[in-house]
């Protein structure tokens, strides 16, 4: 078959990607112990655009997750713990001067890879975060008034602990929004964890992990995302679901527009990962509390009457009618 074939159904497109994503979720499977659903995410996050938090406790696997959806494609990875004294020249790169040529030249920083790991984000300092939620947003590293694009796919994936506040600096919600999912991974079930602990008996599993797709493949899985098909009553249902957020007396801050442009992404994700070349509700169902709920500032009352923001999302879902 030749490409233009390819390129010209709908059906086909959607059916490589579903096929893509399948065996990347797979490949995850072999090594981290964590729901289905939490590996599909970080699938739809990547076909999607997108850049991902993980946020949970530590040693739940968060740094592994994202190392092992990074050896799983093929493409240029790096790494970056964050930490107080981390400038944000550690992160774009810097100019320097060349003495043989006379000249500044530019030494590209960590941040120009296809996958970037950052490793607890919340404790690098506010300026250094957001030199990098910059270059997540525009793509681009600007030093000295030039600018240096950051070749797609171009994916961050942020890990962040929620329990430590000493030396930290958490994310404002405004941050938080250049975010499109946030994942926990959670505790495995007891057979799952027992498992574990003989498979890491003697080596760990993730450094034998291979890689399952092409730089090319996951290019096109992107692309075949972003054409499917999204009816206008659908564009409409998504602003609806922005706007409760917005006038929900639970909470401080609703959802931006920018929240409502990462839904539909994802969406259009699952639905290419499910084999259709159309968005259905429930596409923008399954994957809303995951792109809104990080975004959300809940009132104090709401906080401490101990509400969580994913649950806000669910109520939110259940009384805002689908279009038919
Ligand atoms: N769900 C899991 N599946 C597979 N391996 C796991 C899982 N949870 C923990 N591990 C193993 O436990 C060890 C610690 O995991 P990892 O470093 O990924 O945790 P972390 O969440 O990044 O921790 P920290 O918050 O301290 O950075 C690794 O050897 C990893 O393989
Ligand atoms: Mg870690």
């Excluded at 968060?62 to 790494?79: I, N, W, Y």
């Excluded at 975060?129 to 681009?140: D, I, K, P, W």
């Excluded at 290419?272 to 500032?297: F, M, N, Q, S």
Aim: proline content about 7%; hydrophobic content about 40%.
């Amino acid at each position: 078959m030749d490409e233009q074939a390819v390129g010209a159904d709908p059906g086909l497109e959607a059916s490589r990607t579903a096929e893509l994503a399948d065996r990347v979720v797979a490949n995850l499977q072999r090594v981290m112990h964590a729901p289905d659903e939490t590996l599909q995410f970080s699938v739809l996050c990547l076909l999607a655009e997108g850049h991902l938090i993980i946020e949970d406790f530590p040693g739940v696997g968060k740094t592994s997750l994202a190392k092992a959806l990074a050896r799983s494609v093929d493409c240029a990875f790096s790494r970056l713990q964050f930490t107080p004294d981390l400038l944000p020249s550690d992160v774009t790169g810097v100019n320097v001067f060349n003495q043989r040529s006379n000249e500044f030249e530019f030494r590209p920083g960590p941040v120009f890879a296809n996958i970037l790991l950052v490793d607890e984000i919340n404790r690098a300092s506010p300026k250094t975060q957001s030199a990098l939620l910059e270059c997540m947003q525009e793509r681009q590293v600007t030093i000295d008034g030039v600018s240096y694009v950051l070749p797609p796919p171009f994916m961050v994936m942020a890990t962040q602990n929620p329990i430590e506040y000493e030396g930290t600096y958490p994310l404002p919600e405004a941050e938080l929004d250049r975010f499109t999912m946030r994942i926990a991974i959670g505790y495995p079930p007891l057979p799952d964890e027992a498992q574990m602990l003989s498979e890491q008996a003697t080596d760990t599993p993730l450094d034998r992990l291979e890689c399952v797709a092409s730089a090319q493949e996951v290019l096109d899985g992107i692309e075949d995302a972003k054409r499917v098909f999204v009816e206008e009553s659908l564009n409409r249902y998504v602003v609806a679901l922005l706007r409760q957020t917005r006038s929900d007396n639970r909470l401080y801050l609703g959802a931006s527009p920018r929240a409502g442009i990462a839904l539909l992404r994802v969406a259009k994700a699952r639905a290419i990962v499910a084999g259709r070349d159309y968005v259905e509700p429930e596409d923008i169902k399954a994957v809303a509390p995951t792109v809104l709920a990080h975004r959300l500032i809940l009132a104090p009352e709401a906080r401490s009457s101990g509400l969580d923001a994913e649950d806000l999302v669910r109520s939110i879902l259940e009384r805002t009618p689908v279009p038919v």
